[in-house]
């Protein structure tokens, strides 16, 4: 793939922290977002991510690697541990005949198949959060990054595709902790139903659900105070992303009643936002009675919704 010269959004670079954190290697990821492998260093870099060491384990550390992989560690906390990729151990596993256990014990590999509320929840928390990453001889990856004050809805999204998979530490650097699973039918299901396409499923679309988790991952609702010299409070809701995600979300809220709202560029990706009596409605729409949502705005959608 033939790379170019282009502005990464704040979208695309979160991203490319999760898959590089994920243990995605930097040129298939350059090669996705159609940059180089030295854009995505610079991107790590500029974001405190410390670059990884390959190839420098001395035998010892081979043997031990083997030993902890043996002794049930996973191959995420291995690499963590040596300071190298998950591909890098896998690969020295492999090479020393060791056969690799399951990645993900008890995953549910069609917790997407169904168009259920905690399903399409999910499904919009990853078109906001969650990276798809395919690399050859490996199986792809769904990978998520959240700020250490949100490690529990981690443990949420772990708990509803029933897996065992560990979430990392919080880092010292980025202040992030990552959560990833491997699986052929996850990954491409998500790819599907619109993720990376122009198109978002119809049947996202007119849910509720899938909007709450698009606005849990890259939305904020907040009340604030008007300036001075008004002493009223003020609510507000707002959403980034992708045009045509937005486009989507826009017509959705058409179809409920609530008028008026576009969508507008916001540096290099766009934006739908509103105050007042429609950012209460949004909040009620979305959130009102939630199965699952992000605590932290759901407590703040209940603030709004009780002016």
């Known amino acids: 793939m033939t790379t170019v010269r282009r502005q990464l959004s704040p979208t695309e670079q979160e991203e490319i922290i999760s898959c590089a954190t994920g243990g995605e290697s930097l040129t298939a990821i350059g090669s996705r977002y159609g940059v180089t492998r030295q854009a ?20 010892a550390q081979r043997n031990e690697v083997v030993n902890r992989f043996l002794g049930g560690a996973t191959l995420s906390q ?46 919009g928390f990853l078109f906001a959060d969650g990276c798809v990453s395919y690399r050859t001889g490996h199986m792809p990856q769904i990978s998520v990054g959240l700020a250490a004050r949100d490690r529990d809805h981690l443990v949420a999204l ?4 029933g897996c065992d998979n560990s ?19 996850l990954a491409d299901r998500l790819v599907e139903l619109g993720r990376y396409a122009q198109t978002v499923d119809e049947r996202l679309v007119e849910s509720r ?6 606005v849990d991952g890259d939305g904020s609702l907040g009340i604030y105070r008007r300036p001075a010299p008004s002493t009223s409070l003020l609510s507000q809701f707002r959403v980034v992303g992708r045009r045509h995600l937005l486009e989507a979300f826009v017509r959705f809220l058409e179809r409920e009643g609530i008028m008026g709202l576009s969508v507008r560029p916001h540096r290099s990706i766009f934006t739908v936002g509103t105050t007042c009596g429609p950012a209460e409605r949004i ?9 699952t949502a992000l605590a932290r705005k759901a407590e703040i959608a209940a603030r709004m919704m009780a002016r």
Request: aromatic content about 10%.
């Open 78 to 123: 291995i690499a963590a541990e040596f300071g190298v990729t998950a591909p890098s151990v896998r690969g020295l596993l492999s090479r020393r005949g060791v056969e690799i256990r399951s990645v993900s014990y008890g995953l549910r590999h069609d917790a997407f198949d169904d168009f259920g509320p905690e399903s399409c929840y999910w499904i």
């Open 158 to 161: 772990r708990r509803f595709l």
């Open 40 to 59: 995505i260093r610079g991107v790590l870099r500029r974001n405190g991510v410390p670059p990884r060491r390959t190839g420098r384990l001395t035998d």
């Open 209 to 214: 659900d899938f909007w709450r988790g698009v």
């Open 283 to 291: 909040a009620e729409l979305l959130y009102r009675d939630a199965v």
């Open 167 to 185: 979430i990392s530490a919080t880092s010292p650097t980025h202040g992030s902790c990552q959560f990833s699973v491997r699986s052929h039918r």
